[in-house]
């Protein structure tokens, strides 16, 4: 018999051109856990079984006036919202081998010689209904995956930006080394700066690595829940990004230490850090990061001097595949990363929001859950 716990019922349409064979087998087929439609001809069944979804087995008499039941089976085989419905024939005729197989390669599924024996009857049912919920939950889990591989596609994109970041600031910084180095010669504490800023940086990206191996292996539910030092994080990112020597990032007091999922809380302050030192335009960028205690939750800040958000975009900059109006035609953005960034807020209970003031700057806001 099929579980109980189904919650979806399956529906079984009944056809049959006479009114009292259709009540005997609702009668013999009924249980808390279906529901029956009934039809009296061939084309009320076709128009039946295209308005309803929900339909898992058809009970199809083959002798029917106008439109016999193998005609019914073609059609509703040949339809592609019906094709997967199972069908059983029903007849009182023809007990001949060329009519089974005729009635196999219309497509049904069995076949039932009346006058039906009640218990092969309902067991055959039985079997079918089962059946039927298996698909559903076949059904269920290819659009959980369909979901899934939607999200990993946009961690993809994330964790592709957050690495590079890192190596673009890496490969600035050498090359800056290198066109100095040919004019002039480096004092030996720049060239220890510009080493020492390479070199943590490939320290750091080495851990982002590490911790996204670490990630792959989990899913959702398992993924670390980890004690993160959020100032000590903040100050790490600041640093491996290489911010141009005009554009200053001051913590604002001490950040808390939350136990929470790193790598998460890592993309979006990169990003959003990212984003203030790329469209900084003024000749001494500052960018301020704080948080504040509300309880349940930290609120975080990212400030900038920058152009500003006008405020007709404030609420269409976190839509998918949307920029602001200071992206430059030069500028290469795709509009995912602040739709991403408010996805993985939200995932975790909190939002994200911007408050800012044309040629004064920007302040994204964003709640985290302790």
Request: no cysteine.
């Amino acid at each position: 018999m099929v579980a109980a716990n189904n919650s979806q019922k399956m529906t079984i349409m009944l056809v049959d051109d006479r009114e009292e064979n259709l009540l005997v087998l609702e009668e013999m087929l009924a249980n808390d856990q279906r529901t029956f439609i009934k039809a009296t001809s061939g084309n009320e069944a076709l128009r039946h079984a295209l308005k309803n979804d929900r339909i898992g087995l058809v009970m199809l008499d083959v002798q029917m006036p106008e439109m016999d039941g193998f005609e019914v089976a073609r059609i509703l085989k040949s339809n592609p919202k019906t094709k997967d419905i199972s069908i059983i024939f029903v007849t009182a005729i023809n007990k001949e081998e060329q009519y089974i197989l005729k009635g196999f390669g219309e497509g049904a599924v069995d076949y039932l010689q009346k006058p039906l024996d009640v218990n092969v009857t309902k067991a055959k049912v039985n079997v079918f209904e089962q059946l039927y919920h298996y698909q559903q939950e076949l059904k269920q889990t290819a659009l959980q995956l369909e979901k899934i591989n939607k999200q990993l596609e946009k961690f993809v994109y994330i964790v592709a930006h957050d690495l590079k970041s890192p190596l673009v600031g890496m490969i600035a910084a050498l090359s800056l080394l290198e066109m100095k180095n040919e004019v002039d010669v480096v004092p030996r504490d720049e060239i220890q700066e510009y080493v020492g800023h390479s070199k943590s940086a490939a320290f750091h990206l080495s851990e982002m690595i590490n911790s996204l191996l670490e990630f792959s292996r989990q899913n959702v539910a398992q993924q670390t829940v980890e004690e993160v030092d959020v100032h000590e994080l903040v100050d790490q990112i600041a640093m491996m990004l290489f911010p141009p020597r005009h554009i200053s990032i001051e913590i604002n007091g001490r950040l808390p230490v939350l136990k929470t999922k790193k790598i998460k809380l890592h993309q979006i302050f990169q990003n959003l850090l990212s984003n203030a030192i790329k469209y900084n335009d003024k000749a001494e960028g500052h960018i301020e990061v704080g948080g504040t205690d509300r309880g349940a939750s930290v609120e975080f800040y990212v400030k900038d001097n920058g152009p500003g958000i006008p405020e007709d975009e404030h609420e269409a900059i976190f839509k998918l595949f949307r920029t602001t109006a200071n992206v430059s035609q030069t500028e290469s953005s795709t509009g995912l990363g602040l739709f991403i960034l408010k996805m993985l807020v939200e995932e975790q209970g909190g939002k994200i929001w911007v408050e800012s003031e044309m040629g004064k700057g920007t302040t994204f806001y964003f709640e985290w859950m302790k």
